[in-house]
Nanobody
């Protein structure tokens, strides 16, 4: 079974940078599709970025050019580097993993508990 656990985050002023990471247990990241989601108070959870085992990265339009998703495969750790942060980037950032199968990323998401990111203006 896949388990993921986030760390990092914190508080920063607008324009600053933060990173969050997610350690995967029970499965190698070489066979996992991994994503970051975030949820602000009173809002729906939204997808932020994703990366698949072949290294292809995708981003939500609101973060493209500012955020970078990456995987350290030897350490089984997913990263999200966030630059030029804005107050609207604040929220709980959650990591999710899907097992890569023959037909692509599986439909089942394995979720972490999330970590808080706060950007002040």
């Amino acid at each position: 079974q896949v388990q993921v656990a986030e760390s990092g985050g914190g508080s920063v002023q607008a324009g600053g940078s933060l990173s969050v990471s997610c350690l995967a247990y029970g499965y190698t990241t070489s066979l996992l599709c991994m994503s970051w989601f975030r949820q602000a108070p009173g809002k729906e959870r939204e997808w932020v970025a994703g990366i698949v085992p072949d290294g292809n990265e995708t981003y939500a339009g609101s973060v493209k050019g500012r955020f970078t998703i990456s995987v350290d495969k030897p350490k089984n750790r997913l990263w999200l580097q966030m630059n030029t942060l804005k107050p609207e980037d604040s929220g709980i950032y959650t990591c999710a993993a899907q097992i890569l199968g023959d037909s692509g990323c599986g439909s089942l998401h394995y979720w972490g508990q999330g970590t808080q990111v706060t950007v002040s203006s």
